[in-house]
């Protein structure tokens, strides 16, 4: 059983900062790629950034300059820095991992809000 433990979401004022946090863990094939989507009320869960096993990162071009995605040196905890954040990014956010054997994995979401 593979789990995916979010943690970090919250209220922030526009222009704050939050760092969302995935830690992988079970029995799973190496990870290939990990990363964040998010779904906001009435819309259709996004991209925001991925990164692979080699580092390899891709990142929505919305979030470019505000978010950075990063994992530990074991490759199985992702992290998501989010500065400069914005009511438009209000929203919640899912854990992916995807592993070698390409099955994918999503954690439970954790809730972003965005307001003064």
């Known amino acids: 059983q593979v789990q995916l433990v979010e943690s970090g979401g919250g209220l922030v004022q526009p222009g704050g900062s939050l760092r969302l946090s995935c830690a992988a863990s079970?029995?799973?094939?190496?990870?290939?790629?990990m990363g964040w989507y998010r779904q906001a009320p009435g819309k259709q869960r996004e991209l925001v950034a991925l990164?692979?096993?080699?580092?390899?990162?891709n990142t929505a071009d919305s979030v470019l300059d505000r978010f950075t995605i990063s994992t530990d040196n074991a490759k199985t905890t992702v992290y998501l820095q989010m500065n400069s954040l914005k009511v438009e990014d209000t929203a919640v956010y899912y854990c992916?991992?995807?592993?070698?054997?390409?099955?994918?994995?999503w954690g439970q979401g954790t809730q972003v809000t965005v307001s003064s």
């Open positions: 990164i692979t096993e080699a580092g390899t990162t």
């Open positions: 079970g029995t799973m094939r190496r990870i290939l790629t």
């Open positions: 992916y991992v995807q592993d070698r054997g390409l099955m994918n994995y």
